[in-house]
Structures are given as C-alpha cells and as structure tokens.
C-alpha cells in the first residue's frame, strides 16, 4: 500500500475550517507580547477589570486618564465592544493567579486577555476562507487567500498587541461575508449574521458607522435581486426587501441603543463617549478641520513609513485583481469598492491618519481582508496560471509581505518610540532588531552563556504548526480541500489541539510567568549592551531603563551602566535616615530600611501601605542649606510595587526662607503601578528668598510599595549630554 494512502484518508476528514483557525490561533500565540504598551489600551482593560472585580463602568484615576464623568468618577471615553469580549479573559487571567500568583497579578491577567487578538484574527483567517467560497473561488483558492490574509498581512503582527483592529477586521469582514451568503442563499438568518456583525462593528468603534449605508443598499438591492430572479410579482418583492432592511437594522439599532445607555450612564449624555467627551459629530469636524488630506493621501500611498503597500505588498495586485471582480460581479465589487473608499476617505480626514506610532497605517488594517478577497480573480484567472512571470511575481509579493509581517511581529513599538523617539518604521526596526531589540515570549537573549534561549511551550506550538501546516500544504498540493466537513470531526480536533497546546502554555509560560517577565527584560539588557558597544549611547541609555523597569534580573549592572553613560554629580548624598527625618502618615502605612533591595550599603528607603485601602504616608527630609537663585539638581533611584490605589507615589522639592515663609513645592517625580527600578532627574532654579530644601517622598492617597535609593542634590550640575 502506498505510505501516502493513510496520509491522504486522514486529511479527507479534517476540516480545513478547523486547521485554518488552529494554524493560526497557533501561529498567533507565538508571537503574543504579552503586555499592553499604550494608554488608550489599559483603559479598555481597566473597564473590564472593573465589571469584573466590582460590576462597575468606572475605574481607578490616573495621571493620564482622569476623565471625570457621572458623580466625578473615572470613565473611558471608548465603546463597549472590545471592553465585553477582554472581560471573560481577564476573569480567566483572575482565576489563574490563584494558582500561579505574580508579584504584580496584573502581569498574568494582561497575558490572558492577550489572547483574545489571536482568537479574533485566527477566526477572520477562517471567515477569509469562508467568504471567497461563497465568491465562487475553488477551495484551493480559498485557502490559498486565507493563507495570504493570515501570513502576509498586516493581520499578522495586530493579532499580537491590543488594539481593536483585529475586532474591526473581523466584523467588517464577517458583515460582507454574510451579505454574500444571503445573496446566495436568500436565509434571512444571514441577514441577522450581517447586522450582528455591523452592529458590533459599530459598537467597537463608532466611527464606522459611516459603511452602514453601503451595507444597507447591498442587503436591500441583494434582496430585490434574489427575489426578481424568483419570479416574485413587484408588491411581493418590495415586501420582501423591507423585511430583509428590518432584519439587518434590528441587531444594528439594538447596540446603538445600548452603546447610548452606556454613555449615558458614564457622563449623563448618550452623545459623548464615542472615543471622545464631546458630540461625535462635533468631534468630527474638529479632525476634518484639523486634517490635511493631500498629505495623508500620499502619505498612506507612497511614504516610506506609513505607505499601504510598503506595508502590504500583495495589496498591490489588487490593482489587476479588482477590474476581475467588476467583470463578473458587479455588486460585490461595487460594495467592496465603496467600502474600501469611504473608508479611507475617513483615514485622510483626520490630523492623525498615520496612526500614530504603531505598526503601519493602523487605521486601514480593516481593509486587508477585503482587498486580499480580491486577489482570487486573478489566482483563477487563465492568464496568471499559464504566465510564469505573474506566478512566480505573486510569490515575490508573498515572501516580501511575509517578511515585511514577521518584522511587525518581534518588535515592540513602545520599546521603539522610547528608544528613539519615533515611531516604528520597517527599516527602523530592522535596524534596531540587529542590536537584539526583539520582544518575544518565547524566545530570549541571555546576557552570557549560550546566546539564545527557547521556551519549551514554543515546541509544543512549533509541533503543532508544523502538523497543521503539513496538513494544509498537503491539501492544497493535492486539491484535496475538506470545507464541509462534519462539525463533530471540527469540534474534536480543535479540543485535542488547544487542549495540547493550553496545557504546554500552563506549565511553560504561566506558572513561571515571572521569570518570563525577567527573561524578557534580560533580552532588553543584551541589546542595551550591544547598543552601547556599537556607540549608540543615547540609544541604549533607554534600553537599560527599559531594562530595569521590566524587571531584569541584572539591575546592578544595568544601574553601573546606565550611570556610565548618564553621569551625575556627587554632591550632598541624602541617606534613608536623612529622608526620614519627618514622618506623616495614616493608619497601616509604615517607613523603614531595606538591606535586601538596596542599592547602597546604607540600605533603601522603604513605604509601604498594605492591603487595598487608600491611605497617605509622606515622609520630610533634613533641611539642607543652599544658596538663592541657584540651580539645583535632585536625582536618584526608585521603584515601585502595587501601586493601584487612587492616586501615586511622588518625590517633591520643597524650598522656603528657612522659618516656613515664601515657601514653594515643585514635584519631581510621580510614578504609579509596578516598575523595576527607575532614574529620576530635575533641575530647579531656587527663588531669590530662598534659604533650604527639603525632599519630599510620598505614597499619596494610594496602598502599595515604593524604594527609594541613592538620592544626590547637585549645585550648578554639568549639562546633560544631548540626545534627541
């Protein structure tokens, strides 16, 4: 018996549905980062913290988010959608550090709501597949297009971080792709899938609302359509095409409804809270006002860093693709078209239509799967199959946009902007990746020994993606594509797989969660070194900071370092006892030495306020003497644990006359959550009247744990040395 026989019965009973969304929810899962690195991201996971530890909307003040709302409490501006699918993963993440407690349990409940982006862009992936069969595309096709969406997309490095894209990517596509099912169909139960799906759509991010109308006229000119083509009488047809309006809107009405309940009960007015606290539609002419859209035009077409296309490579065959699409079916291409414009034309009318610092154009990541759906026509059009140059450019296209994702994929876009100071460009990041700035659970650099280390939970999604892969190639090569297979078949293989794969996650990556943490610092500590050899000082300053603040298990080195490079004068050296020389504090908050964390022999300054209740400890230094109308540098080190409470841990200078007059507080430092240790630095003028200083160190109106080492008042301090 041939040995492909088996091979080729086993493959006939999976599903290609299934190993699509296992490749790559697998593929995803590997290149997780594990961490919310941007604002407008905690604040979503803080409003699903909230419902979960204390069924509220509103959530913990803090330095930057402070929006007050209903009764002066703390709101998100954002919508709701991406807030209710984060909430089941942080229960997850809430549930697990039970067993596999972290120093800081936010750590472990990040990592488990990050999951929730492989999930949404894995099943996008399948809705790919789904969709170009509808289309009309063979399966070999379909899967090749899923392929194409999943790998040499923008889709690839999203899924990574936790950003809505991957959840507007996937309504946006679902909502088209239902649409094309009730043509082919005439099942209202589409329909409802299609509203369902805009309506969430909507409800995630409000501004698309603005693709409504063109989903609108399709669902109504698809029925008209549908139902001319059954030889229905006029009146019957117009009836019919308002019950299918009916049930498209209904699920589309009943979560604006609800997203208006929302913000009502946030800020007392359903007509803010649509990402922003004023009217959206005021809002909007605020951007357009604001815009520039010949520049955003040829930005997002032609720039080196923000360009679509340098981004997508594939996307440029759409060019060849698309007039296909218009020869043999208009409607879809029209739709598709309409879509992809007004959505653009939104992008270009902003004053921020690059996106920000994020990977790529971020605001066009939801057109990918659209415009990849194009590409079919042309794999299936004669022309291409007998034409070697049109292959073999389909496959340079597709290597390059591979390429171009797995650089999005190991990078850190906030370790970047911090390192230096602009956003993430491709060449950017290849330039930096040299140095070993790479951001992966899974695989690490060590500081000495062997130059790389591999987590074992890699080998076990390794295996897996390679067993899913060869499944998948080996369907494709011999057309042998499974798409209606049966759904208890589906069900079983994708509850072996996970279950395999989940369970390597849980021994390998969260319960030793912390010494991932660690190893993921260690990998910033290498490149730092590397930087600095290479004599890119300013650069690797940052990245020892970056070092430290997540954790690394070398904070000595990277402190003697960091002072290598950022030196600082010797000057009055403050010791604990100096700090401690005026104490004020409320029940259960406590000062003393720490000779464990110290970074001096004379031991660190420690406050602590335990449990979670708010309470203030503050904590007055020794007056110094100094001189009027000098400047003055106070620095040191510091670093923090827990500190969630409603306000912040600070450091203050406070200066007067010397008997209490004409007195001045100029806060140097204020810091929340958990860092690892971290430099403060600030020079200050002293007034004319000015006689002492005083150093202030505070935990305000919050609970945790703050150190505080190595604190020097420099007079006339050298400049520091110029970086950008």
Not at 116 to 130: D, K, T, Y
Not at 166 to 178: E, F, H, I, R
Not at 283 to 288: A, E, V
Not at 455 to 482: E, F, M, V
Request: charged share 15%.
């Amino acid at each position: 018996m041939n040995l492909s026989e088996p091979w080729l019965k086993l493959t006939q009973k999976i599903p290609s549905q299934a190993t699509l969304f296992l490749f790559f929810f697998s593929l995803y899962l590997f290149s997780m980062s594990g961490a919310i690195a941007y604002g407008d991201e905690i604040e979503k996971y803080r409003v699903a913290q909230s419902i979960v530890e204390r069924q509220e909307f509103s959530f913990r003040p803090t330095a930057v988010r402070n929006i007050a709302g209903v009764e002066g409490r703390t709101f998100s501006l954002y919508e709701l959608g991406q807030t209710l699918l984060q909430v089941p993963f942080y229960a997850a993440g809430k549930f697990l550090n039970t067993y596999f407690p972290t120093a800081d349990p936010n750590q472990l409940e990040m990592l488990v709501v990050g999951f929730l982006n492989p999930l949404l862009s894995a099943l996008a992936c399948v809705i790919v597949f789904e969709t170009s069969r509808v289309i009309g595309f063979r399966a070999r096709t379909a899967l090749t297009l899923a392929v194409m969406y999943g790998l040499a997309s923008m889709a690839m490095p999203y899924a990574r971080s936790y950003t809505r894209e991957p959840l507007l990517a996937l309504t946006l596509l679902l909502a088209v792709g239902a649409l094309f099912q009730f043509e082919k169909t005439r099942a209202y139960s589409w329909l409802s899938i299609a509203g369902l799906a805009a309506g969430y759509l909507v409800f995630s991010k409000f501004i698309h609302a603005i693709v409504l109308p063109f989903l609108l006229i399709y669902a109504a000119l698809a029925a008209q359509r549908v139902y001319r083509a059954a030889h229905l009488n006029i009146a019957a047809v117009r009836q019919k095409m308002g019950i299918a309006i009916l049930v498209f809107l209904s699920p589309i009405l009943v979560f604006l409804v609800v997203q208006a309940i929302y913000s009502f009960a946030r800020f007392g007015s359903v007509l803010v809270g649509y990402s922003t606290k004023v009217n959206p539609l005021e809002w909007i002419l605020f951007l357009i006002v604001q815009s520039q859209p010949h520049i955003a035009t040829l930005g997002l077409l032609f720039s080196p860093e923000k360009s679509f296309f340098l981004y997508n490579p594939l996307a440029l065959l759409c060019f060849l693709s698309m007039p296909l699409w218009w020869q043999q079916h208009k409607p879809q291409a029209f739709l598709i078209l309409a879509l992809v414009s007004i959505e653009f034309l939104a992008v270009i009318t902003r004053p921020d239509w690059d996106g920000g610092t994020w990977w790529g154009p971020r605001y066009l990541v939801q057109l990918t799967p659209l415009l990849i759906l194009s590409l079919g026509f042309l794999l299936e059009s004669p022309r291409v199959a007998a034409s070697h140059f049109w292959r073999w450019s389909v496959r340079a296209l597709f290597g390059l946009s591979v390429g171009i994702q797995m650089l999005g994929v190991v990078s850190n876009e906030r370790d970047f902007l911090d390192v230096t100071g602009e956003g993430i460009t491709v060449l950017g990041q290849l330039d930096l990746l040299r140095y070993g700035a790479l951001d992966s659970l899974f695989i690490y650099l060590l500081p000495t020994g062997s130059p790389v280390n591999i987590n074992p939970a890699s080998l076990a999604l390794g295996l897996g993606l390679l067993a899913l892969g060869a499944i998948l190639y080996y369907q494709w090569t011999r057309d042998n594509i499974r798409a209606d297979a049966p759904r208890l078949s589906s069900l079983a293989l994708i509850v072996i797989v996970l279950a395999v794969e989940l369970g390597a996650l849980l021994i390998w990556l969260v319960a030793p969660y912390s010494r991932i943490l660690a190893a993921k610092a260690n990998t910033r500590f290498v490149a730092a070194e590397r930087l600095a050899e290479a004599g890119r000082v300013c650069e690797a300053r940052v990245m020892y900071r970056l070092a430290l603040d997540h954790g690394t298990t070398l904070q000595r080195q990277a402190i003697i370092r960091y002072e290598q490079i950022q030196v600082r004068g010797q000057g009055i050296v403050l010791t604990t006892d100096d700090l401690m020389s005026g104490i004020e504090m409320s029940n259960g908050a406590f000062p003393e030495k720490d000779y464990v964390t110290a970074l001096t022999p004379e031991g660190t300054l420690r406050l602590n306020i335990p449990g979670e209740r708010d309470a203030t400890i503050m904590l007055v230094s020794t007056p110094i003497q100094v001189t009027p109308n000098t400047r003055y540098e106070l620095s040191g080190w510091w670093k923090m644990l827990n500190v969630y409470g409603t306000h912040y841990a600070s450091i203050a200078l406070y200066q007067d006359n010397g008997n209490w007059q004409h007195g001045k507080t100029t806060d140097i430092a204020s810091l929340d959550e958990t860092h690892g240790w971290q430099p403060f630095q600030y020079i200050i003028t002293t007034l004319p009247t000015t006689q002492r200083l005083m150093v202030k160190v505070a935990l305000w109106q919050t609970y945790g744990t703050v150190w505080v080492d190595d604190v020097r008042l420099v007079a006339n301090p050298n400049p520091a040395p110029a970086c950008k």
